[in-house]
C-alpha cells in the first residue's frame, strides 16, 4: 500500500511538472532511496540471512573417478583458477562484479582422494540406457548421496571444518562455508547439489561437528564461467536461472547458459544488473515515467551517461546502471539499463556485442522472478529478467543479437508481459566517448526535446569563438537536432558543434554572423519549430589585425636583390587569417596573397615605394602600410648594403618562463638577412648584431644570419633595442632596428 501511495503522489507530481513547467528535470535519474530500494528488492538476496558481502570461504576437493583416466589438471591448477592472482580467476571475477564488495577466499584445495561408483547406481544406469529422463533421476539421487560421501571423504582425509563454525552452533552452513568437488569425468559442466544427510566431524573434547552444506559438482574442463554461475547460486537465494527457451541474454548474464565451448574455457561476462542490485553489489539510479499531457512529448525525460559493466559502480555512482519505471504501472515491472563494452576487458571481455542493454524485468510482490509459460518456441519457462534487443526490441536468442547503437536511431519498446507500448523512446549515443562512457536518452511521448537550462548568464562572443550552454540536451544528432543563434526564429545561423554530450553542447560563432544579439537554440526537428529556452550571445565584430613583419620602415634596397616580405595577422577568437584572407599591395596595385612573399627590387624604379598588407574576415577590412626606398645600382660607384630584421616587428613583447641564480629570463631568437647591389646576399661576420638594454649597455652579440639571447627581466617589464648591421666588401653598411623589444615577468 505504501508503495501505491507513493506512485501515486509521484504521478501528481509529474503531471503538475509537466504542464506547468514544460517537464523541468523530475525524470533525472538519481541515486536509489531507501524506499525504492525497499521496493525494487535492493540487497535482499542472502544466504540465511547472511548478505553477499566480505569473504566467503571456498574449499575444492578433487576426485579420482575409477571409471575414467586420471585427471590432466592437478591442485596446482585449481588453486591458481580459484584462488590465484593471475587475470583470470573466480575471486578476481566476483570483486569486479561485486565491485569490492563480496568474493571468495582459500579454505583449501585438497586431492585427489580415489572414488568408485557404486555397482547399485551403475547397475541402474545400465538399465535405463538410453531413457535421457530416467538417467538424469538416477544420478540426481546418485548427487545427493555423493554429496554426503564427498563431505565425509574431505572429514576422512584430515580436512578441520572446525574454523569455519562462525556462529558457533556445531553445525557448517552454507553462509558459513561452499564446498566444490571437481571430477575427473571429462566433462565441462557444473551443479549445486545438497546431500541426504549431514556428515559428522568427531572433535577431542568438544561437540560433533555436522557439516550441512551443498556442494558444487563441476568437471575437470569446466570453463570458469560455469564455476562462477554455481558459487552465484551458492552466494544467496534468489539467484534464478536465466537459460530463457532462446538463450534470451546467452553471454550477457552469469546467471545465463554457460556450458557453450571447449574444455577448460576461459569466456567471462558479468551479471546482469537486475541481480547486482538484488545481491546490494550495485545501487542502481531510478527515474520515474510519466506519460506527458498533449503538446508535451518528448518534454519529460532525461539524458545521462553510463559506465561499463566493468568498471568500478560502487556506491551511489553517477554513471551506474539505472531503473525505468512507470508510476502506474509499479514498481514491480521496469526496465534496467546497462553499458556493456568487450573492449574494456576485464571479467566481461566476451559478451557479443557493445552498447546499451536494456533488460526487462517483472517480478512478484516478494521480488521473485515471474515466468513467462511457455518460453519462446513453446518450450522452457523464460524468467522475466532478460534483455530486449535491436532492431525490434523483442526477446530472442543472446548469443546472436546485437544491443542498442546510435545507428538505431530513435526507437522504443512494448511491455513485454502485456505488450502494451512503453510510449518512451530511447535514442543512444555515437561510440566510442572518452573513459568508455556511454550516453542514453529517453523521453515519453516523443523523442526528447532539448531543454536549455533556465537562467544561464548571458555570454559575448567573437567570430569564430566558442560557447558553451547547458541541460538537457540529448545524445549527439540523429540527423535532425540543429545548434544555432537567431534573433527571433526567423533568421538561423547554425554553429559548427564541437563538443555535444547529454549535459553541455560547445559550439563555435560563425565567421558570417552580424554583431548583435542572439538566442543560442536547440532545435529538435530539422525545420526549427521545436525547442526549449536558449542563452542569450552577444557577438562582438572585432575586426582583425595585421602588421608588416619585414621588411622595416625606411629599408633601403639596391636594385639587384630580392626584397622578402613578411606579415602576421590575427582575428580575435579564431586565430590567424587564411593566407587567402590576406595580400599584399606595392604602390597600391595588387601583388600576391599570403602572409610570406618577395618581389625583386630592380622592379621597381629608385626612390621612395609604400608597401601594404591588407586583411579581412569576411566582414571587416584592415590594412597598415610602410615606405621603402629602392637605390638605383650607379656603375663605379659603391652602394650601401640594406639589412632586415626577420623575426619580429618593432614594437615586440615576450614573457620571461625560466630562471637561474640571475633571475627570470626569455631566450629569444633574432633572424635577419643583408643584401648588397655589388656583393649580393650577406651572411657570417658581414651581419653583426647587437642588443642593448634601456642605459644603452650592450648585453648580448653575434654574428651571422640569427643570433639567440638571454634576456632577463623584473617587474613587470624591462626594454632592450635590438639592431643589426650589415657591412659590405667596401666597408659600406647599413642596419635595421627594433627599438623597442619588452620582455615582460608576472609578479
Not at 139 to 145: E, F, L, S
Not at 167 to 195: F, T
Not at 242 to 259: F, V
Not at 686 to 713: E, F, I
Amino acid at each position: 500500500m505504501k508503495i501505491k501511495i507513493y506512485s501515486f503522489v509521484m504521478l501528481l507530481f509529474g503531471v503538475l511538472l509537466i504542464s506547468g513547467c514544460g517537464g523541468g528535470n523530475a525524470s533525472d535519474p538519481d541515486p536509489i532511496t531507501d524506499s525504492e530500494g525497499d521496493a525494487f528488492g535492493f540487497g535482499e538476496i542472502q544466504m540465511d540471512g547472511r548478505p553477499a558481502e566480505g569473504t566467503r570461504p571456498v574449499l575444492v576437493i578433487l576426485e579420482n573417478d575409477s571409471r575414467f583416466e586420471p585427471s590432466s589438471h592437478d591442485t596446482s591448477y585449481f588453486d591458481d583458477l580459484f584462488f590465484g592472482s593471475g587475470d583470470k580467476t573466480l575471486v578476481g571475477y566476483f570483486s569486479e562484479m561485486s565491485n569490492d564488495i563480496f568474493t571468495w577466499r582459500r579454505a583449501g584445495v585438497i586431492g585427489p582422494i580415489n572414488y568408485t561408483m557404486s555397482a547399485d547406481i551403475i547397475a541402474d544406469l545400465e538399465f535405463v540406457d538410453g531413457d535421457e529422463d530416467a538417467q538424469a533421476a538416477i544420478r540426481a539421487r546418485g548427487d545427493r548421496k555423493n554429496v554426503t560421501r564427498i563431505l565425509q571423504a574431505a572429514i576422512d582425509s584430515g580436512f578441520d571444518f572446525s574454523p569455519y563454525d562462525t556462529n558457533g552452533d556445531n553445525v557448517i552452513w552454507q553462509r558459513e562455508l561452499v564446498v566444490a568437488r571437481v571430477v575427473n569425468d571429462d566433462s565441462p559442466g557444473g551443479s549445486l547439489r545438497g546431500g541426504l544427510t549431514c556428515p559428522t566431524q568427531t572433535r577431542a573434547g568438544q561437540p560433533d561437528l555436522e557439516v550441512c552444506v551443498g556442494v558444487i559438482l563441476l568437471g575437470e574442463h569446466v570453463g570458469i564461467a560455469t564455476i562462477g554461475h554455481e558459487l552465484a547460486h551458492s552466494v544467496g537465494r534468489g539467484m534464478d536461472e536465466l537459460y530463457g527457451s532462446a538463450g534470451l541474454s546467452q553471454n550477457y548474464t552469469l546467471m545465463g547458459a554457460t556450458i557453450f565451448a571447449g574444455d577448460d574455457d576461459r569466456q567471462v561476462f558479468h551479471l546482469d544488473p537486475h541481480f547486482k542490485m538484488r545481491l546490494g553489489w550495485m545501487q542502481p539510479r531510478v527515474s520515474t515515467l510519466i506519460q506527458p499531457t498533449s503538446g508535451n512529448e518528448g518534454r519529460f525525460g532525461s539524458c545521462t551517461q553510463i559506465a561499463p559493466a566493468q568498471s568500478y559502480l560502487g556506491g551511489t555512482g553517477s554513471l551506474n546502471p539505472m531503473i525505468l519505471y512507470d508510476v502506474v504501472r509499479g514498481t514491480n515491472e521496469y526496465l534496467m539499463l546497462d553499458y556493456r563494452n568487450p573492449d574494456m576487458g576485464g571479467y566481461d571481455a566476451d559478451v557479443p556485442s557493445k552498447g546499451l542493454g536494456i533488460w526487462y524485468v517483472k517480478t512478484n510482490d516478494d521480488h521473485s522472478l515471474q515466468r513467462i509459460t511457455p518460453g519462446i518456441g513453446g518450450c522452457c519457462d523464460d524468467a522475466t529478467n532478460f534483455l530486449l534487443f535491436s532492431p525490434d526490441g523483442t526477446r530472442g536468442s543472446g548469443a546472436s543479437r546485437q544491443l542498442w547503437n546510435n545507428s538505431d536511431g530513435v526507437f522504443t519498446l512494448n511491455w513485454t508481459m502485456d505488450d502494451s507500448p512503453t510510449n518512451v523512446y530511447f535514442g543512444v549515443s555515437p561510440q566510442p566517448l572518452s573513459n568508455s562512457i556511454f550516453e542514453v536518452e529517453w523521453a515519453t511521448g516523443g523523442a526528447l526535446v532539448p531543454r536549455v537550462e533556465e537562467g544561464l548568464s548571458g555570454v559575448v562572443a567573437v567570430h569564430g569563438g566558442l560557447v558553451s550552454i547547458s541541460g538537457v540536451l540529448g545524445v549527439e544528432d540523429f540527423g535532425i537536432r540543429t545548434v544555432g543563434l537567431t534573433t527571433d526564429g526567423t533568421d538561423f545561423y547554425p554553429m559548427d558543434v564541437q563538443s555535444w554530450r547529454c549535459g553541455e553542447i560547445t559550439a563555435r560563432v560563425p565567421p558570417g554572423v552580424p554583431a548583435g544579439v542572439y538566442e543560442m537554440r536547440v532545435y529538435a526537428d530539422a525545420a526549427r519549430t521545436t525547442w526549449d529556452n536558449f542563452r542569450q550571445v552577444t557577438v562582438n565584430d572585432l575586426a582583425p589585425t595585421v602588421e608588416i613583419v619585414s621588411p622595416g620602415a625606411g629599408a633601403r634596397f639596391s636594385e639587384a636583390v630580392d626584397i622578402v616580405l613578411e606579415g602576421e595577422s590575427l582575428d580575435p577568437g579564431v586565430g590567424s587569417l587564411e593566407d587567402d584572407q590576406v595580400s599584399w599591395y606595392l604602390d597600391g596595385i595588387f601583388f600576391a596573397n599570403g602572409h610570406s612573399s618577395s618581389i625583386p627590387a630592380g622592379r621597381l624604379s629608385p626612390g621612395s615605394h609604400q608597401v601594404r598588407f591588407d586583411g579581412t574576415d569576411g566582414v571587416s577590412v584592415v590594412s597598415t602600410s610602410i615606405n621603402i626606398i629602392i637605390d638605383a645600382v650607379v656603375v663605379g660607384v659603391n652602394t650601401p648594403p640594406s639589412a632586415q630584421i626577420t623575426s619580429h616587428s618593432d614594437p615586440a613583447s615576450v614573457y620571461a618562463d625560466t630562471s637561474d641564480a640571475g633571475g627570470w629570463y626569455k631566450m629569444v631568437t633574432f633572424t635577419g638577412t643583408g643584401d648588397d647591389a655589388e656583393d649580393g646576399i650577406l651572411s657570417g661576420t658581414s651581419l653583426q648584431w647587437t642588443v642593448r638594454d634601456s642605459g644603452g649597455s650592450v648585453v648580448a652579440s653575434g654574428a651571422g644570419n640569427s643570433l639567440t639571447a638571454k634576456l632577463y627581466s623584473a617587474c613587470n617589464v624591462v626594454t632592450y633595442s635590438v639592431e643589426l648591421t650589415a657591412t659590405d666588401s667596401e666597408d659600406e653598411s647599413g642596419s635595421d632596428m627594433l627599438d623597442t623589444f619588452n620582455v615582460h615577468l608576472l609578479c
